[in-house]
Structures are given as structure tokens and as C-alpha cells.
């Protein structure tokens, strides 16, 4: 079995202390060790350990911190984006709430490694529990002087701070995060520039989510090397933490190396099962974004590549498994009432396009479908997919295109019996 | 310079343009809603989107900088799917009241349903309705129409300087409001009704006053202060129904403001005297053009004359005065008025940080330039003022001396006219003014002068004239 890195410190509320983290975790010896390195050189080690971005679009760390300049007339920005809020995702708020400080050494190591001073915590407004136990972390890390002014004697400086969102799902995309941080509608931006060229307040920025963060000490302290070795896969190092939740018998985080089971080893091998022994009829691999799978396509490893060959995605590895005795017209249902809540409503295909197919898969879930509404919803997902400003409209399109095409008979059976099956 | 080619056509380019605007110049209109060149770019209405070689999905050409060789479609299939798509979820909430709505004729929305659009419609669930709001004097909102470009939040913040309007809400629920729905507060609000490219904002002066296609649009200059902004004046069978900003990037680009914009009420007022007019008692009584020449050359008779001629005539008008009048009475002296406070050309300058300037007159550099100097104080031996009045200049105090005016005057002014001879105003003659980086300006007349109203010329051909049948007599 992999060795894990965070899974074994979760549910210990000593866990959260400085000392606890000095003593138990080696807590900042990677910050001391980065400090003596140049930034190139810890750009270099983070880019060998193939950290994938957690946050869902799986982009390479090492090279997203590549993009920053190396002169700017303006500030650099690191910022933490702790607005986990995609359905089914869980994984962040244990790292705030048990290993904060293995967040605030990412973020201060981060924030050397690009020439950065200033650092957010950009957490979600219902995380108040979380936001609160990050600033006592903070609160602490000043006091050893592990943040503040020249840290640990160097010439290094570097301040964070939390900034708590007011509950809107598209702060969670890094775009309308920084606009929501600088004060503004969190309404994504046109890119490019990319946070990394402008980003809050204009200068370069990185934007990482929390669990990539929570890897980069790790990966100073051990070599990028070891850390590309826990993944069982060439391009995806480390190990991951997949939230399992819905009809499993031990839902709940799991860590994992990378790419090393299938969706059917977690759910049976891991999670003991499906609940009350029913029948598997879905499984949404990575946040309620994710394309649906069917019970016959869950021999797929649980990885960024080959969830995408078979038309899904890992996104934020939140993993939603559905057995026969909920209807999946239902699930869509709510599913698509979220995202057509959460558009930001700037762009055209998202605003009006996620209200439509709100109101017919609310029509057909109550048995007021017409049977040329499937290829209406089919279309209009498709007149969305890709042709938005930012990912939220993919996100609302897929799921439909996904549940449709391999649930139709599920959805002509509402239509044609004017009700719900089951109900 | 760099070329791309946009549907097999080479097309130079600027570094930095944007695809819409290199395509414009070689005559491919991509459709857009939300971009506007004078605005920051959103992105947003998507309706731009074309399809660029090499790149797996659709961009969107306001944002896309063209680079050298890109190669761009702007009639694919795919393109035309998304336009065809935009334009059905644009309408899924839009009223389509087109046959009550003044946009109807010059709206966007309208215009690429027809070109882009399906003419068949799938959507058959109920339509969002918001409440119409009041949002002050110049401007009506109707938020039905709305498809939320937010061109009018942009141009607030951009071009107006103003935090006056907001989006609020999120989604499917977005609403354009003003901050607490407060009424507006620019002085340049007409201009949201211009860049809204639906009739979700109107203005309110023109709403339900004539269908935009029966206008006769001639482009002119606005006479309202020393900028010149460029305008077209819209009317029908001599009435004058709205004026518009007309594009000049080098004195107003796209804007106008709402005094410069309203200022043609006076033209078809009532107020406006139009017939030849001898003061009796405290009113006017109308005469016939011979009479009211006739007394004008007694009243003249035996008395020295200062001349006042307004800054809101025209080059041609002043430089006639100039030579004809002291050929007809015993002058004084000439004198340019209009503005109280800005005698001279350097008592002007910006009256605020977008367009306006001091000098509420037009024509103030132009007559400055014929050597006029500012009305301060008149000589004591004046008997007898004439008053030469464009339409837009303020007539100075005139120390209860009597005086003859030349030119458009309202039925109002009384003080110590004795006779009003009706000239005519800036739509109803050509014309060459100069503003006040010393652009000169031509203008062209968009409708004929209402009652007895002459040109100036005409005016001074009938004194001519008349004088002349009298000394033969």
C-alpha cells in the first residue's frame, strides 16, 4: 500500500497545533529548506513531482508557477483557493480543519518560489469553522515567525490573509475568485491575460487549491522525485484524496496514489460495497461536474487521463455513486437546479441555457416532459459545451449530455407515464 | 504590417486589434451585442464567436487579438449554429414586442434575429418578467428587453465616470439596475439609450413619438457649447424628433451629452417667434416682412448702433453682418456675445472631465478669428442695440436701451425689444463653425425654417431690396 501523506493526522484535533505539526510532521523544515534554495530551483523540484492541480482541471503546478515573470512592476499574489464547493467534494475542509498548517507552509513556500509577499486564503463563506481555525494556524505561524517579516532571519518576508466568500459556487473558478477577492461581482474574467500574466489587483498571480498546496511541502522536503513515485501513473504524482459519498456502505476520504485503483476497486475494496447490497446504477467520478458513468464503465482507473478517454473527468475526485433505488431524472434534476443557481448570469449560453434545462428536466421529473424534450436538452447542452466564458456552463452540459444518453430510457419512461416511475 | 485571413480574404492588421474590428475593414461584419469599441471588453454575449484555425473551440473575436497568419471562419456551420443558438436563448426571455418598442427598426436584437436567427421558436416555457423602474428623467427601463450586455454598466464606469449602475442579483435572475434604484445622475444619460443594443433603455422624450424609419437623418454639429460634437438631427416633414451622436473619434467619439442632445426642443417650440414682430404695449403683434423692414430702417434712423452678434452664428452668417450692415446703419461698434462669463475665447475650457465646455455658444473661436472682440460695457453714445441671436446665445443686459433683434428669439423676451425680424436656427441652414481646438466644421440644413422664418440673407436681400424701391419710389 502507498505510503499517505495527510489521510493519518485527520480526525486528531491536536493535529491542528503548531506543535503537534513542528513535532509530528516535521512541520517547517520544508519552509526552512526552500528559503535556502532558489526559486528556480524549487519551481524545478515541484515540476518533477507531476503535482497536478486538485482543484478539477489538472493542470501541471510546476508549470503553472513557470508562467509567473520574473520582473513585474506590480505585486505577485499567491493565492489559496479554499472555495471547495463543487458537489460532492470534501477533501479541503479536513486539510483546513486538521493540517492548516501544512496549508500555510504551501502557501509561504509557494509564495517564495514565485516572489510573492502577499498570500490569501480565499475559503468559502460556509466554512466558517475552518476560515476561524486557519487564523488561529496563522495566528501562530506569525508568533514563531514562520510568517511576517524576514522570516526565519532571511530577507524573505510574506503576510496571509483569509478572505471568506458569501457563498457563491463560481468563486471557486480562479477568475471570479480574484475578482470576488478584490471586491467586485465574482464574475469569471475573459482570458487571456491569465492570473499568472494580471491577476488580483493586476499583478501576476497563482491561484492553487488547497490540496496541491498541502503537497508542495512534501515535495521540497522528500524531492520531487519520491513524489512523482506515489503516483502509479507517468504523468500524475502524489497521492490524492477522493471523496466517496452516496450509496456506499463507508463513504468517506480515501487516500490513494494516483492512478493506482479503479472506480470499482474504491467502491468495493474500499468502501465495502454498495449500500444494502443493491444494484450499482451510477457513478459521477469527480464532483457532480463530472460526466456520469454507468454501472459498466466503473472498471476505469481513477485518474486525469483515463477517466477522459472514456468521456468523464477526475475533477476535484468527489465521487457520488448511486444506486438502483434513486431515480437519476431526480438527481439531474437537482443537480442542473444548482448550476443554473450558480451561473454568474453574465454570459448568454450559461444565464439562459442552464434556467432551460432547469425548467424541462423539472417538466419531465414531474411528468410534464414531451418526448422531443431529450433531443431539446441534448441540443441546447450541446449549443453551451465549450461556448461559454468559463467552465461553469461545460460543467451544467455535461452532466445532462451524460445522464440523457446513457439514462434515456429512465427519462422516456417519465415522459411516456407522465410521472415518476418510482414515485 | 502583419496579415491574417478571415474567410480566404487577407486582411491587415494593427498589433493588438481585435478580429471584429480587422474584419470590419475588409468588409466581414461579425454579429455582437456586448462589445462596443469605446468599452472595455466582457466577452459575454458570445454572439461574436468565430472559428479560428488551430484552436479546438469557437473565439470569441472581440477578445481574440489577430495575429499574423491566423487563419479565421466567419461562416461555418459551427459559427452559424452558435448564432443561430445565441439568438434562441437571447429571445427565450425577450418579449418580442417589437410592434410597441421605439428601438423596432434599429435594434441589434431585431435586425440579427432576421439575419442569424431561426425563425421557429422551441422554447414553449413561461417568459421572465421584471417590474419596469423609473430610473430618472432622460431614461426609461424596460428590463423585458434586456439581454444583458451590460454596454451600460461599462459605459457608467468607463466613459460617464459614474458608479450609477449596477447589476444585481446572479444568473437567470440578473437585473441592471440603477444603485437603490436611484434616477440617473450623469448629464450624459441619453447615451445609454444609443449603446443599448435592445429597447431596454429609451429615452423617454422620444418613446412612442414616431417609428425610427420615417426618420430623414442629416448629419450636423451640435450647437450646444465650443466642442462641436458631431450629431445627426432625425426628423420628419419639418419636425424634429431627436438628435444622436454621430461617430468622431477625434472631438466626441461616440457620445453626446443630454443638453447638447435636447437642445433642438426650441426649434419647434412654440415659444419660438416665427413671424415679423412690432412690440405694442408688453406684447407682439405679427406684421408682414415689408412692414416690419420698413419700421426697422425708421428706428434706425438718426441713431448710433452697437451691434451684438452672437457666438452661435455661423462663419458665412458674421462675415455677411460685417459687410452689410454698416452699409445700412450708422454703427458703433460690433460686438460677440454669449456666454455670461466667457467673453473671450480664454475665459473657456472643459466644464467637466467628458465633453462640455464653458462656452455654451458654438461658435465663439470662429468669430474671434473675424476679429470680433467680447460684449463687456457699451459706448454712451449708443441709441439704438441690434441684437443678431442664433438660437443658443444668452442676450447680455442691455440698460432698457431699445433694441432690434435679428434671429431666433422666444414670444418671452420682451425687456426693450421693438422689433424681432425671425432667423433661423442651426437645422434650418448650412453652415461653418470652429471649435475650440480650432477643428472648422461644416453643417447642412435638415429641414426648412417654420412660419416667416428667413436666412439671414434672404433678410438682408429684402432690406436691400426694399430700400432700394423706396428711394426709386
Not at chain 2, 390 to 416: C, H, Y
Amino acid at each position: 500500500m502507498t505510503e499517505t501523506l495527510f489521510i493519518q493526522h485527520f480526525g486528531k484535533e491536536e493535529a491542528r497545533k503548531i506543535s503537534y505539526y513542528v513535532e509530528k510532521m516535521e512541520g517547517y523544515t520544508a519552509l526552512k529548506k526552500a528559503i535556502s534554495l532558489s526559486q528556480d530551483e524549487i519551481i524545478g523540484e515541484v515540476k518533477k513531482a507531476n503535482l497536478r492541480g486538485r482543484g478539477g482541471a489538472g493542470f501541471p503546478a510546476g508549470i503553472k508557477w513557470g508562467f509567473i515573470p520574473k520582473q513585474s512592476s506590480k505585486p505577485k499574489y499567491f493565492v489559496c483557493n479554499a472555495d471547495e464547493s463543487e458537489p460532492g467534494t470534501f477533501k479541503d475542509r479536513d486539510l483546513m480543519r486538521y493540517t492548516p498548517h501544512l496549508v500555510l507552509e504551501g502557501i509561504i513556500i509557494g509564495g517564495y518560489a514565485i516572489g510573492s509577499n502577499t498570500g490569501y486564503i480565499y475559503i468559502r463563506g460556509e466554512y466558517t469553522r475552518e476560515a476561524g481555525l486557519l487564523q488561529a494556524a496563522i495566528d501562530e505561524a506569525y508568533e514563531k515567525g514562520y510568517l511576517g517579516k524576514n522570516i526565519l532571519g532571511s530577507p524573505f518576508s510574506f503576510d496571509i490573509t483569509v478572505h471568506r466568500g458569501a457563498g457563491a459556487y463560481i468563486c471557486g473558478e480562479e477568475t471570479g475568485l480574484l475578482n470576488s477577492l478584490e471586491g467586485k461581482r465574482g464574475e469569471p474574467r475573459v482570458k487571456p491575460p491569465f492570473p499568472a500574466q494580471a491577476g488580483a489587483f493586476g499583478g501576476p498571480t497563482i491561484v492553487n487549491n488547497v490540496e496541491t498546496i498541502a503537497s508542495i511541502p512534501f515535495i521540497i522536503r522528500r524531492g520531487g522525485d519520491w513524489f512523482a513515485k506515489l503516483g502509479k501513473l507517468e504523468k500524475s504524482g502524489g497521492t490524492r484524496l477522493f471523496g466517496v459519498s452516496g450509496h456506499v456502505k463507508k463513504p468517506g476520504l480515501y487516500e490513494l496514489g494516483s492512478g493506482s485503483v479503479t472506480i470499482r476497486e474504491l467502491i468495493y475494496d474500499y468502501c465495502g460495497g454498495i449500500l444494502d447490497d443493491r444494484k450499482l446504477k451510477a457513478v459521477i467520478p469527480g464532483g457532480s461536474s463530472a460526466p456520469v458513468l454507468t454501472a459498466d464503465e466503473i472498471d476505469v482507473v481513477l485518474d486525469i487521463e483515463p477517466l477522459m478517454k472514456v468521456g468523464s473527468m477526475l475533477g476535484s475526485a468527489g465521487i457520488i455513486v448511486v444506486n438502483e433505488t434513486f431515480c437519476v431524472v431526480k438527481l439531474l434534476a437537482r443537480m442542473i437546479k444548482f448550476y443554473a443557481h450558480e451561473s454568474c448570469g453574465q454570459c448568454t449560453p450559461c444565464r439562459e441555457g442552464c434556467q432551460w434545462m432547469e425548467n424541462i428536466i423539472e417538466r419531465i421529473e414531474h411528468g410534464g416532459g414531451e418526448e422531443r424534450d431529450l433531443n431539446l436538452l441534448l441540443d441546447i447542452a450541446d449549443n453551451i459545451n465549450g461556448k461559454t466564458l468559463c467552465a461553469l456552463g461545460d460543467a451544467a452540459a455535461g452532466p445532462v449530455m451524460s445522464f440523457v444518453k446513457k439514462f434515456r430510457s429512465d427519462f422516456e419512461q417519465h415522459i411516456r407515464g407522465k410521472k415518476c416511475p418510482n414515485a | 504590417m502583419p496579415k491574417c485571413i478571415i474567410n480566404g480574404k487577407e486582411a491587415e492588421f494593427k498589433p493588438g486589434e481585435n478580429i471584429i474590428e480587422v474584419a470590419k475593414r475588409v468588409g466581414i461584419y461579425i454579429p455582437y451585442y456586448c462589445y462596443h469599441p469605446a468599452l472595455s471588453i466582457v466577452a459575454q454575449c458570445r454572439m461574436c464567436a468565430v472559428e479560428i484555425e488551430k484552436m479546438p473551440k469557437l473565439q470569441t473575436a472581440c477578445s481574440t487579438p489577430a495575429t499574423e497568419g491566423m487563419i479565421i471562419k466567419t461562416t461555418t456551420e459551427r459559427v452559424k449554429k452558435n448564432q443561430r443558438a445565441i439568438m434562441e436563448f437571447l429571445l427565450l426571455n425577450h418579449p418580442l414586442d417589437c410592434p410597441i418598442c421605439d428601438k423596432s427598426g434599429e435594434c441589434d436584437l431585431q435586425d440579427f434575429s432576421f439575419q442569424y436567427g431561426d425563425s421557429f421558436m422551441r422554447s414553449s416555457e413561461e417568459r421572465r418578467t421584471y417590474v419596469d423602474l423609473d430610473i430618472g428623467g432622460v431614461i426609461k427601463k424596460n428590463m423585458n428587453r434586456c439581454i444583458h450586455c451590460t454596454r451600460c454598466l461599462r459605459f457608467a464606469e468607463g466613459v460617464a465616470e459614474i458608479h450609477e449602475m449596477v447589476a444585481v442579483k446572479r444568473g437567470n435572475n440578473i437585473e441592471i439596475s440603477t444603485i437603490d434604484d436611484r434616477p440617473l445622475e450623469t448629464d450624459y444619460a441619453g447615451n445609454y439609450a444609443d449603446i443599448c443594443p435592445t429597447g431596454s433603455l429609451s429615452i423617454k422624450d422620444f418613446r412612442f413619438k414616431k417609428r425610427v424609419w420615417y426618420l430623414k437623418k442629416t448629419p450636423t454639429v451640435c450647437e450646444g457649447c465650443s466642442r462641436g460634437c458631431n450629431m445627426e438631427v432625425h426628423e420628419e416633414r419639418g419636425t424634429v424628433y431627436r438628435c444622436v451622436p454621430r461617430v468622431n473619434l477625434e472631438i466626441n467619439k461616440y457620445w453626446l451629452c443630454d443638453e447638447g442632445r435636447f437642445n433642438f426642443k426650441y426649434v419647434n417650440s412654440e415659444n419660438r417667434l416665427t413671424e415679423p414682430s412690432i412690440k405694442s404695449a408688453q406684447k407682439f403683434d405679427f406684421c408682414d416682412w415689408s412692414t416690419a423692414i420698413e419700421k426697422s430702417r425708421e428706428f434706425f434712423q438718426g441713431k448710433k448702433t452697437t451691434v451684438l452678434v452672437g457666438s452661435d452664428l455661423t462663419q458665412e452668417e458674421i462675415k455677411l453682418i460685417l459687410d452689410f450692415i454698416p452699409k445700412q446703419i450708422s454703427v458703433l461698434s460690433f460686438f460677440h456675445y454669449g456666454t455670461p462669463g466667457v467673453l473671450f475665447s480664454k475665459d473657456d475650457g472643459p466644464a467637466d472631465r467628458i465633453l462640455k465646455m464653458k462656452s455654451k455658444t458654438s461658435n465663439l473661436y470662429g468669430i474671434e478669428k473675424l476679429g470680433l472682440t467680447g460684449f463687456e460695457k457699451y459706448s454712451p453714445q449708443t441709441g439704438a442695440f441690434l441684437v443678431f441671436r442664433g438660437g443658443r446665445a444668452s442676450v447680455p443686459d442691455l440698460g432698457g436701451i431699445p433694441t432690434v433683434g435679428i434671429g431666433v428669439f422666444q414670444k418671452t423676451i420682451i425687456e426693450n425689444f421693438k422689433i424681432i425680424l425671425p432667423g433661423t436656427t442651426f437645422v434650418e441652414k448650412d453652415g461653418t463653425i470652429f471649435n475650440f481646438e480650432g477643428v472648422e466644421q461644416k453643417f447642412k440644413r435638415a429641414i426648412l425654417p417654420p412660419g416667416q422664418s428667413k436666412n439671414l440673407s434672404e433678410i438682408f436681400m429684402l432690406w436691400a431690396h426694399l430700400g432700394a424701391a423706396r428711394r426709386a419710389a
